[in-house]
């Protein structure tokens, strides 16, 4: 789902930057309190903006065994329900799976593929809005106690009776009330369900800067997933070519979202994605070293509930058009997936990447991830940079592999070997 004002006011003059807050905790505690994973887990994104069009499930059900040799430990999945439109993302009927990217019989066979492959299919859990099976909010298959009762009093629609909006407003659909108990059952059952019935490990929470992050919290507690992220795409505010302590601002939306869940959800780490689009586009490698000295984004605070990525369905290119609102580099795509697969956090790699786009690109991520899992390198494992200038990056990860990403010239030493290389990147290991 798009996130409204992207560049909000990005030529205006910078706003004050809150001092960033060490988060609640710094070490993962247990998978039931943090949801996050193992802290190896590496994550497809098992679509794109047009998948639909050419039958997801049975796309998935048959690249199964492929996913799992290429060493992807979950697959996110779009939108399972009914919906107005292809993507999935304004539902109606929660539990009819017959949608327009396949029969519920086929999701069903692609889920269990995934899992008979030791491989967590996760859900786009889409929560924040809803639209009615006929009209506006006649919401059916669950039904609510009261469906107007169940939109809040500020949406667009006019009729809804609720609270007012825990979050931000999105028109496209219902904004629920998740302070309504008939609403927060209804989500609980149907989450559970697709736990329980049809299969699925986590949850991908899509656009939840609509409602508070408490609440995913609850759903989380509710719920019980192996694996939870939240979809929070910070505004960027201030001066779109700021860095350093000039974007702490965005990486603190992302860890304010996060302790708002109770510590009980992921998040995606858009501020990763945004310094080391500059940073490969501009030459300005510097930028992806912050001022104590640690990656610059999300990672930098709190790797472990960090989900880092290079593009997705909003942000990338589909096969045959497609969103792309804030597209990676074509040029640089290999440079971005050298960082985000050999750094700390939890890489997501979207699907036309790895499909689409060519037998290199492919086979370069495919050893990247083999190099991070050969080499140990987790959600927290260290990072020591060795360099951070207008032509270069280099880092000493885990202690035991070595990344350089630009043009510049850099070598970790002597005792290291070259593992694997592209246009302006290395990685080597010892």
Not at 178 to 201: M, P, Q, Y
Not at 211 to 217: E, N, R
Not at 278 to 296: F, H, M, S, T
Request: charged share 20%; net charge neutral.
């Amino acid at each position: 789902m798009l996130a409204s004002n992207l560049f909000l006011g990005c030529t205006k003059k910078e706003t004050l930057l809150p001092k960033p807050k060490t988060p609640a905790s710094t070490k993962l505690t247990t998978i039931a309190s943090t949801r996050s994973g193992s802290g190896s887990d590496i994550m497809l994104q098992g679509f794109h903006w047009n998948s639909w069009q050419y039958g997801t499930w049975n796309i998935v059900k048959n690249k199964a065994n492929e996913i799992k040799n290429a060493g992807f430990s979950m697959v996110w999945l779009p939108p399972v329900s009914k919906s107005t439109g292809g993507t999935g993302y304004l539902p109606n009927e929660w539990y009819q799976i017959n949608s327009d990217h396949g029969a519920g019989s086929e999701l069903r066979a692609a889920i269990n593929a995934l899992n008979s492959h030791n491989i967590k299919p996760i859900a786009d859990i889409v929560v924040n809005h809803r639209v009615g099976t006929t009209n506006w909010a006649d919401f059916t298959n669950p039904s609510f106690g009261n469906n107007a009762n169940a939109v809040t009093k500020d949406d667009e629609w006019g009729q809804g009776t609720g609270n007012y909006d825990t979050g931000d407003s999105y028109n496209a659909g219902r904004d629920l009330d998740h302070t309504n108990g008939s609403v927060r059952n209804e989500i609980r059952n149907w989450l559970n369900w697709l736990k329980n019935d049809v299969g699925f490990a986590g949850w991908r929470y899509d656009y939840v800067k609509g409602y508070s992050a408490s609440y995913t919290g609850l759903y989380n507690d509710q719920t019980t997933p192996y694996f939870s992220v939240g979809e929070l795409w910070p505004d960027i505010t201030g001066n779109y070519y700021a860095s350093g302590n000039g974007v702490n601002y965005h990486r603190q939306k992302i860890m304010d979202w996060i302790n708002g869940t109770g510590n009980k959800s992921t998040a995606f780490d858009f501020t990763t994605k945004w310094q080391l689009m500059l940073a490969v586009e501009r030459g300005e490698y510097w930028r992806l070293r912050d001022a104590q000295g640690k990656p610059i984004g999300a990672i930098g605070w709190w790797p472990q509930m960090s989900v880092t990525f290079v593009d997705n369905h909003d942000t990338g290119p589909s096969p045959n058009g497609g969103q792309d609102y804030w597209p990676f580099p074509a040029d640089k795509i290999e440079e971005g997936y050298a960082y985000i697969l050999t750094h700390p956090g939890i890489p997501c790699v979207y699907w036309p990447h790895y499909f689409d786009w060519g037998a290199q690109l492919k086979n370069k991520i495919k050893s990247l991830i083999s190099i991070r899992k050969s080499q140990g390198i987790t959600a927290t494992s260290s990072v020591v940079i060795r360099a951070a200038d207008g032509n270069k990056y280099a880092a000493i990860v885990n202690n035991n592999t070595a990344v350089k990403i630009g043009g510049g010239d850099w070598l970790p030493g002597s005792g290291w070997s070259l593992a694997e290389s592209g246009r302006n990147w290395a990685v080597w290991k010892r």
